[in-house]
């Protein structure tokens, strides 16, 4: 963001005295500092900051206990009760620098999950009788805290015998295949080069030993959920009681610690600095999830999926054993600057253990960049230009980091250098992300105006303009959203909806979300104690955003010219959904025009998609699906005996069957091309090539492009191209 005001320097001079209050290093010191901080950066940035008064104090007394044990598997009523008594005193406890209330929460979710670790090995080995009818009730919303141990057994009681019940079915299942597989294969002969041997005899388990099994199972999720559980600390707690604070205001406005802000930075940005590896918590261990094509862990070409890291060395420091260690901390360890080495210790699944040196580098996340193709549709569309933007990131802090806006230019350059005639841009499932990104990418389909309007706290709004005189492309354009498509993807929408640029092609709306949030870092506004940084940053949420004709995306979002039938059209998402959401409103509007290309006949390109998705099977499924899939959301009572279980699971898979393949068939006369400047790079890597193959499959059986090119088809055989200029107000 570029606002920078006063405001902030306001800010910090409220809160600079903080460095001579507490002179002694302690947990409490420094979550009094991080405390103290939050709430005057609250009180002095928040676009709409409520009152710190038992009506706010009864608010965040809710969220924090949710957070605390948010599936009612801890705390009984009487522990609820005892925290009960500071339901009204959160917002005094606040202004007084006490924390009675959060230690005394402390102490009993640590002793409520001890004691729901004795029930649960209580439990897990106990002889469930599967045919027994029972329900359980899965929906935690719906349920109340257990009146006493007594009732929290029976709610962990049931819990267990679910997770139990329901490997059991899979492990019968499981076995009910092999027996028909084995009785196909009996008469194989198996020949082997060497020598010949007899496969080892299938036997098949007995029913107690497949309900054995499937106990064992679930007995070793829950262990690694405890395990889990038990490395969470005091400051783990702490951040959830500020948020329960922050989340009062709304629900965009966090604390993050300083490694939160660290991978909030790198998924904005779409690269880090480090080894190239997803990671995560296995047993005590840290296992490798996953490794990212391209950066030095892939380069090493020793290090696997399903690897352990079991120790990280430095240069020139000693070994730092990472058994037990939490997964955020390993992190640490293993990110570093590009340029530095450090050697891992690997422990491979046969027991192999290795060291394997690496150089870490900048490593680019590419499943986040902008990237396009070429789409044929015989008969309708020839040469239309598709582009699939993710999200939009941007590396803010970094002089050459990422930018969506210049990734989306260059794709629209390459685009026209193989002469496309139309282009599809496709913002499905798109969270949004940097404002700067999505202004400039939206003036690459205009000449120049305002693209969205901001307005701060008690101050009138302004304006962000397009600063790029001239439009990048003047042809056809459809921009595809979805109920996920949020905040830059509907400030893109709005605006070429507005300018009469697009066709907006979607569901029901676009997510909601209206708000603009930016970073504080406390480390700033804290004089001294440098001892306790970093202190983490708070993102608070500073503006609102308007489109340009004074409507506002907040709650309702972009409503799509041709409405396109959706799996969740039936089910309630987005902004909406969030508890202490912002709510709608209206400013005035702006003057805007643009000559690039205006579209004359929308009406008439709408009412030739709605003709087409009613005669379109796909689509009408995708109807029925999204009946089907409200049902099954709503229902949250489950059996807990196995023909119960089974007859549930066998209607729901007969409900299914029809809609088992949808996306699974290729579009027919569909033809997709990769652009003449992609083929080099290509060509040269095989990473590269592969993961472009999947995706090209998966655009062959998108039948929501299939109608995008059909709406580009009439856009430009009906449209008036004269770039007839529309006044508007």
Partial sequence: MRYRSSLVVAVLLGILALGTIFPNIDDRKREMVILDAVVHFIKMAHFQPKEIDDEFSKEAFSNYIKSLDPAKRFFTQKEVNQLKVYELQYDDQILQKKFDFFDQSVLLIDQSFKDAKVIYNDLITADYDFSAQE??????????????????????RKALKYEVLTRYYNNLEDQKDRIENESKKSDEIVEEETETKEEEEFVPLSDEKLKAKAVEQTKEVFDDWFERMESLRRSDRFESYINAITHVMDPHSDYFNPKEKQDFDINMGGKLEGIGARLVPDKGYTKIREVIPGGPAWASKQIEADDLIIKVTQKGE???????????????????????EVLLTIKKPSGDIIEVPIIRDIVQIDETKAKSLLLDLEKVSSNIGYIKLPKFYSSFEQKNGNSCSVDVAQEI??????????IILDLRSNGGGSLRDVVDMTGLFVEDGPIVQVKPRSRAPYVYDD?????????????LVNSFSASASEILAAALQDYNRAVIVGSNSTFGKGTVQRFFDLDEAVMGNDELKPLGQVKLTMQKFYRIDGGSTQLKGVIPDIILPDNYSKIETGEKDYDNAMEWSKINAVPYSQETFNISNK????RASADRVEEDKDFQLVLENAERLKRNRDQSIYPLSIDGYSTYLDQRDEESEKFKDLWKEEIEGLTVRNLTADQERLDNDEVLADTNKDWIKRVKKDFYLKEALHIIRDLKSNNDIAKMKAINP
């Fill in 413 to 422: 350059e390459k685009l026209k250098e193989d002469g496309a005639q139309g």
């Fill in 318 to 340: 000693d070994a730092v054993d990472l058994v037990g260690m939490r997964l955020d901390d390993v992190v640490q360890l293993i990110r570093g600057k590009k340029g530095s």
């Fill in 603 to 606: 009406a008439q390109v709408v």
């Fill in 467 to 479: 600063q790029d005189k001239e439009s990048r492309y003047d042809g056809p354009l459809v921009v």
């Fill in 135 to 156: 329900e359980i009730e899965l929906d935690y919303d719906k349920k109340s805290f257990a009146k006493d141990q007594t009732e929290l057994k029976e709610y962990w």
